[in-house]
């Protein structure tokens, strides 16, 4: 169910540019309230309430050993996806390094956060919130969608904690300036914020000396009945220029790796999830011997 709920919203992701708003979100908070059966399939049941400065975030910690490495979800700053959007992905990792998945404030079941519900309050909200669950930095930061701007601010806020930066299909500012595409499904507080993030995830430098690699999926995968053939023609347009941001901003972060997957579309999470352990495999290995 949970796959479907993702995998359905991939043409208006990749088509348009653009996420669905709070009717989304509310899906996400029905697939949250499962949240303690799909915990249960890392054998490390552990939901925490944590404060985060004066509200408390939903987060799902499992695994030991250092570095940590921290999930961010996709969506709107505030109306984006649960921690079960990495499934499929988390109960691996954990397997050999500590990890961290959570509901942003106002997602899933985490409670709402002050405004504005920008990329460096959310960044700070975490950052206080892995403080007080004794999550100990160095992190591996993972970013799905638009989780991929939300690390790279919070990369750049904490430079010095942070040891590594995986990339999954993420939005980047440049695609969406080019488009100029608006989400009419977006309230004015969503596309604020979603802007601000933006502005503030190309002001964030990424940290020198640590390895980034940027995933660029490229197959758009949606039922046959739903695409109409301007919906085709448009993802002919969109998907080169989509990959030719990704290559750009990845080929100006020095070591920076560029990986191109024609196995899954826009939800890599679901759909190739083993390709997203084993890079963040290889990144732990890489940050352990550093150490």
Not at 167 to 196: C, G, K, M
Not at 211 to 215: D, G, H, K, N, T
């Given at each position: 169910m949970d796959k479907v709920l993702f995998t359905t919203t991939d043409l208006i992701r990749r088509v348009l540019g653009i996420n669905i708003g709070r009717c989304y979100n509310q899906l996400q908070a029905f697939i949250a309230r499962g949240g303690v059966l799909l915990g249960m399939r890392t054998?490390?049941?552990?939901?925490?309430?944590?404060?985060?400065?004066?509200?408390?975030?939903?987060m799902l910690i499992s695994g030991c050993g250092r570095p940590s490495v921290v999930f961010e979800t996709g969506g709107y700053p505030a109306s984006g996806n649960s921690l079960e959007a990495w499934t499929r992905v988390q109960p691996e990792v954990c397997k050999f390094a500590s990890t961290v998945a959570y509901d942003r404030a106002g997602i899933g079941l985490s409670a709402p956060?002050?405004?504005?519900?920008?990329?460096?309050?959310?960044?700070?909200?975490l950052h206080r919130a892995l403080e007080n669950a004794s999550v100990l930095?160095?992190?591996?930061?993972?970013?799905?969608?638009?989780?991929?701007?939300?690390?790279?601010?919070?990369?750049?806020l904490f430079p010095a904690e942070?040891?590594?930066?995986?990339?999954?299909?993420?939005?980047?500012?440049?695609?969406?300036?080019?488009?100029?595409?608006?989400?009419?499904?977006?309230?004015?507080?969503?596309?604020?914020?979603?802007?601000?993030?933006?502005?503030?995830a190309h002001e964030s430098r990424v940290p020198e000396g640590i390895?980034?690699?940027?995933?660029t999926a490229t197959v758009l995968h949606a039922l046959p009945i739903f695409l109409t053939a301007r919906q085709k023609e448009l993802f002919n347009e969109f998907m080169?220029?989509?990959?030719?941001?990704?290559?750009?901003?990845?080929?100006?972060?020095?070591?920076?790796k560029h990986i191109i997957t024609n196995n899954s579309g826009h939800s890599v999470v679901f759909e190739e999830p083993e390709l997203i352990i084993r890079v963040i495999r290889q990144m732990v290995e890489q940050c352990r011997s550093r150490t």
């Open positions: 054998g490390r049941f552990a939901f925490k309430y944590v404060d985060a400065g004066g509200h408390r975030l939903r956060g002050p405004e504005p519900r920008d990329a460096r309050q959310i960044a700070r909200e930095p160095p992190y591996i930061l993972a970013g799905s969608s638009f989780g991929g701007p939300l690390i790279r601010v919070f990369a750049g942070v040891c590594g930066m995986v990339l999954v299909d993420p939005a980047q500012e440049a695609y969406y300036q080019w488009t100029q595409i608006r989400d009419p499904h977006a309230s004015e507080v969503d596309w604020r914020d979603f802007q601000a993030s933006l502005a503030q390895p980034v690699v940027l995933i080169p220029m989509w990959l030719k941001f990704h290559a750009e901003w990845v080929g100006k972060v020095p070591g920076g």
